[in-house]
């Protein structure tokens, strides 16, 4: 179990991070949100141990974690961390970055476990291909199934998929959670994308004003937004009567005291957004087909 307790960080003078408490159990997957500048990526360094605390703790099961101060070699066996930029050695190959660390007492067991992993990043296609020659994308993979070789237990993931086209995201994120969940490796995964949490995580921390200004599990946290910045992680929203509501949660009706007129539609796919102004107010709801500029709709909220 990791255990931050009451954990104060300052680069400088500032404190970046405030009094933040957090309990993440074995083999669960946390996700830390927040927008660009909050602290994600500050808080993973520090559960890794890389900068000395301004006060607090950091405990997985009895073991403190400790800072450069304190402790030499930055990282612990049971603990892998994947930065935002990750660093392979390029002159060798992906199957050799994947099992640098990997004992050679036992080639066939090495063999066999590079092998599940350049299955679940799916690389192995590119097994023998030097690393100097892959894509940025390519890259994160190989960063990824390298902390997995060791099989620690937990791994902290800071925006892990954010080098990696849409095109292969959704297969990628369910295959490396997925493995996670099945070999019972705890995760933290910092993002700013809501893909990367639905889904997935067991738990959710909103970092905003340097320390965590909501937590709970996604479908809750979703439900009951309580604030602006949690509601807008999930989607276009609207306020209305001093409640969040979503979009998707706005339907047309024949008649209610909800009238709009409607400025512009969105394509997006299986449904259209479109903005709408309600007495100078914008209202943004989904509905399944386009509207036209100057319609007048009535719409109504689905709970
Ligand atoms: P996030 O990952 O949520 O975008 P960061 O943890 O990277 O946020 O940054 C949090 C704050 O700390 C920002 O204001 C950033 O400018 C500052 N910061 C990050 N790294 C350093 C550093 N090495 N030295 C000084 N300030 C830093
Ligand atoms: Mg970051």
Request: aromatic letters at 10%; glycine letters at 6%.
């Amino acid at each position: 179990m990791l255990q931050v307790k009451n954990l104060t960080f300052a680069y400088q003078k500032t404190p970046v991070l405030q009094a933040i408490n957090l309990t993440i159990n074995p083999g669960e997957n946390t996700a830390i949100i927040g927008e660009s500048g909050s602290g994600k990526s500050t808080l993973l360094k520090l559960l890794y141990g890389k900068y000395d605390l301004n006060k607090g703790h950091i405990f997985w099961n009895d073991t403190e974690i400790l800072g450069p101060k304190h402790n030499l070699i930055v990282g612990y066996d049971f603990m892998k961390y994947v930065a935002q930029e990750f660093e392979l050695m390029p002159f060798i190959t992906v199957e050799e970055n994947i099992g640098k660390h990997l004992s050679n007492f036992f080639p066939e067991e090495k063999k066999e476990r590079i092998d599940e992993l350049l299955t679940v990043v799916d690389l192995t296609a590119f097994a023998k291909t030097k690393v100097k020659l892959l894509s940025g994308g390519q890259k994160q993979r190989v960063a990824l199934a390298r902390a997995l070789a060791e099989t620690p237990e937990i791994l902290l993931l800071d925006e892990p998929f954010s080098h990696i086209d849409n095109f292969q995201k959704q297969d990628l994120r369910r295959n490396v959670f997925n493995y996670l969940k099945e070999k019972n490796i705890a995760c933290v995964v910092a993002t700013h994308d809501k893909e990367d949490v639905l889904g997935f995580a067991d738990q959710i921390f909103v970092l905003n004003n340097e320390s965590i200004a909501a937590q709970g599990k996604p479908e809750m946290l979703y439900k009951e937004p309580k604030s602006a910045l949690v509601a807008a992680f999930f989607g276009e929203f609207n306020i209305l009567n001093k409640t969040f509501i979503y979009a998707n949660q706005l339907k047309i009706v024949n008649k209610s005291d909800l009238k709009v007129t409607v400025k512009k539609s969105y394509f997006k796919g299986s449904y259209f957004l479109i903005e709408s102004l309600l007495e100078g107010q914008t209202i943004m709801f989904e509905h399944h087909a386009e509207l036209a500029k100057n319609d007048v709709v009535y719409l109504e909220i689905s709970k």
